[in-house]
């Protein structure tokens, strides 16, 4: 067997090895990305403000002639959805209108509540342009089982009646719409990470530290390669 040929074998048998080792490297690589993927172009909607109040207890519902309001609440300027946690009995999702007042004056949402369930409803107005005080009535037209809030007596903002009787402290969320997609919050995640950094370091610095970590993966990869072969 002459040296060259000797050669080809151990290549060949060397193949399997190499391709294997490819494999288990690129199998998480490629999960990697394409979890990193899903998650920068993902969609989520900006929460603005909340009274804080987790969803602890259930509280009582209402009927459709009556009404559930909130006084007091903390409204944020940029806010242009209510998100509340309310249920309805099981079969079909009734439909639930919200009247908010604020700044002066009153607006008109349309939601859908979850039948059979707690869940998200989502109330959408137009933006009052200034932070301020607000005050929203709800019905429903069909009996509601409840909605997502706490038992506690305090007056915080978000307290919640059912024709005037006090209920408790309803959850609530305000979002602004429509929904970002996660890769648009990176450039200001990036100004975020540098601010109480040292004063050379800027949003700059994550950029360049992102392309020399994907730079220095492939280069490391190719000298796996390499020396298996």
Known sequence: ?????????????????????????????????????????????????????????????????QRLCARGVDL?????????????????????????????RTQVAHGLLFPGVVGASNFHFQPIGHDTLASWCLRAASPTI??????????????????GHAIGQLSQTFLHVPARRQIAALPAGARHAATLRAGFVGAWTYWLLAAVVLIACVAGLRLVLRGMR
């Not at 494999?23 to 990697?32: E, G, M, N, T, Y």
């Open 146 to 163: 409840g909605e997502a809030g706490t038992l506690a007596p305090t007056a915080y903002t978000g307290a919640a009646f059912v024709d």
């Open 76 to 104: 944020p300027g940029n806010a242009n959805t209510l998100q509340l946690d309310i249920g309805a009995p099981a079969g079909r999702s009734p439909r639930a209108t919200l009247r908010l007042s604020a700044g002066g």
């Open 1 to 65: 067997m002459t040296t060259t040929e000797a050669r080809r074998r151990g290549l060949r048998r060397g193949i399997p090895r190499v391709r294997g080792t490819a494999i288990a490297i690129a199998l998480p690589v490629i999960a990697f990305l394409v979890l990193a993927g899903y998650w920068v172009f993902h969609t989520r909607a900006d929460v603005v403000g909340t009274n804080t109040i987790g969803p602890r207890f259930v509280l009582p519902g209402f009927a459709p002639s």
